[in-house]
Each structure stands twice: as C-alpha cells, then as structure tokens.
C-alpha cells in the first residue's frame, strides 16, 4: 500500500472549515484513498473514501486532486467532538475477498477551539 | 450497521498473569480478524491477522506464544496476553471484516499491567 504523509498537527476554531490535507505521490490507479479518526482512547471510526472524484457524506467531504498525488479532507463546521487523530490510509478497495489489513500512519492531530 | 463489541474496555493486571480480551461481531459473520496494539502518542500498529477457522499470522517482531489468537467461530475472537508484564500495557484494538460492511473497528482495551 502506497505512504501518506500528514501534518502532526492543526487546529481550527468551531464551526469553521477544518481541511486536513494527505499526501499520496505514489499512489497506484487501483488504490482508494480512506480516511478514519480516532477519539482519545477508542478505536478508529471510518470517516470517508474515494478513488479519483470528489465525495461527500454526512461527516466530511473528500477532494482528491486530478493527479490523485493528494488529497483533503474536509470537516464543514468543526465541532469540539471533531477533535482527533485523523488517519488518511492508501489501499486497494477493500472488497470482496480483498480485506488485507490498514496500515496506519502518524496522523494528524486535529484540534477544534471554542 | 456493525456493530464489533469488544470487552473488557480497560483491565489492570499483576505482572505474570494472563488476561484475555474479547471481540464479539453482533450482527454479521467476521470472516477476517486483525489485532492491533497502541502504545501512548503513537500510532496503531498491527500484531496478527486471523482468519476464522485458521492459525493466526504474526507481524514480525510480536510474539506469537505470548499473544495467543484465537478465531474459532465467526463471531468471536479472542487475543490472549500471557504472563503479562508492565511493557506490555497498552491500548488493544479488534478490526473485523465480514458480512458485507467492510472493516468494523472495536472500541478497544486499554491494559495496564502493575
């Protein structure tokens, strides 16, 4: 699975915009971009994921750049509770019989202010 | 949607005892189970990969006869610390796939052993 690089660290005011950004130069044209956070001490909660175009559900939306080298994860009105380690994770879609394991990077850790 | 249930939430143990954890798939078959550990400000990092039914693949450098897996049914998995010591305490997490709902993160096991 192709490496992502993160910031350690952002922070944003509530109810702003929190865009956390992933890198991904080498990504391959199968690989899903995904993204999960973590809440202090409870396991990972998937967020998002896409391949090429952009997405959005009712957590996040998620941009991907036309080259697919990176991608942004964004948070439309930030709340406390968004406060977390936010993971962006590079595989093959999982699916199928396709259900290897997610490796995890170092994150950012997103901090939501009053 | 999937639901994984996993307990105990957090244990404190005496140095050379054994504590098991458990993960439960409430509503769907987990075919694949994977396990992972997290020490304090990092990362999750994986230990093993089981599959229903089949011995436990190790990451290297985990210690397969000191974490014991077991995956004997498609609903439940168990990770076993053996003779536990205090390098040991951290923060356990099941990841299971199955049933449809890709990964399904546990709400995690935080151990400490005194």
């Known amino acids: 699975d192709a490496k992502t690089t993160q910031p350690p660290s952002m922070d944003c005011a509530e109810g702003r915009a929190a865009n956390l950004p992933c890198n991904h130069s080498?990504?391959?044209?199968?690989?899903?971009v995904y993204w999960y956070r973590q809440i202090h001490s409870q396991g990972p909660q998937y967020i998002i994921h896409?391949?090429?175009n952009n997405e959005t559900n009712e957590m996040a939306s998620l941009i991907i750049t036309e080259d697919r080298k990176s991608s942004t994860l964004i948070l439309p009105h930030a709340t406390l509770r968004d406060t977390a380690v936010y993971y962006c994770?590079?595989?093959?879609?999982?699916?199928?019989?396709?259900?290897?394991?997610?490796?995890f990077g170092q994150g950012t850790i997103l901090t939501v202010h009053p | 949607g999937a639901v994984v249930s996993q307990h105990p939430s957090w244990v404190i143990c005496k140095s050379g005892t054994s504590v098991k954890i458990e993960c439960r798939s409430l509503?769907?078959?987990?075919?694949?189970m994977f396990w992972y550990r997290q020490f304090p400000k990092q990362s999750l990092m994986l230990m093993a990969t089981?599959?229903?039914?089949?011995?436990?693949?190790?990451e290297q450098g985990v210690e397969k006869d000191k974490f014991l897996i077991n995956h004997a049914s498609l609903t439940l998995s168990t990770l076993t610390v053996t003779s536990a010591h205090p390098e040991d305490s951290s923060f356990y997490i099941c990841?299971?796939?199955?049933?449809?709902?890709?990964?399904?993160f546990g709400s995690g096991t935080r151990l400490t052993v005194v």
């Open positions: 994770i590079v595989r093959v879609k999982a699916g199928g019989t396709s259900y290897g394991k997610l490796t």
């Open positions: 080498t990504i391959s044209g199968n690989e899903y």
């Open positions: 896409g391949l090429k």
């Open positions: 509503d769907f078959q987990a075919t694949t």
């Open positions: 089981s599959n229903e039914g089949s011995k436990a693949t190790y």
């Open positions: 990841n299971s796939v199955g049933g449809g709902y890709g990964y399904t």
